[in-house]
């Protein structure tokens, strides 16, 4: 079983910049991939962007060149840096870790961006 633990949401004016984290409970090493998700208020939860245990990245098309995912295997976490944060990337943000054809959800974490 793998625990998630998301951190780092805030509130943030339009054009910062915040850092999420995503710590697993095991070792990262084992997961084929991680990812991050947001769910907006009435909208439904998609994808924001993964990456593959051979660390390569992929994101939604509203989010690239403003958000980079990274994770540090020594510390089993992952991070989402948000940059040129927009009021439409205000959500609950949550990380995601498949391991084989199982899925894990960490609880979220709230960003809002104020316009």
């Known amino acids: 079983q793998v625990q998630l633990v998301e951190s780092g949401g805030d509130l943030v004016q339009a054009g910062g910049s915040l850092r999420l984290s995503c710590a697993a409970s095991?070792?990262?090493?084992?997961?084929?991939?991680m990812g991050w998700y947001r769910q907006a208020p009435g909208k439904q939860r998609e994808l924001v962007g993964i990456?593959?245990?051979?660390?390569?990245?992929n994101y939604v098309d509203s989010v690239k060149g403003r958000f980079t995912i990274s994770r540090d295997s020594a510390k089993n976490t992952m991070y989402l840096h948000m940059n040129s944060l927009k009021p439409e990337d205000t959500a609950v943000y949550y990380c995601?870790?498949?391991?084989?054809?199982?899925?894990?959800w960490g609880q979220g974490t709230q960003v809002t961006v104020s316009s």
């Open positions: 095991g070792s990262i090493f084992s997961m084929n991939h």
């Open positions: 995601n870790a498949a391991i084989g054809a199982l899925r894990f």
């Open positions: 990456i593959t245990s051979g660390d390569s990245t």
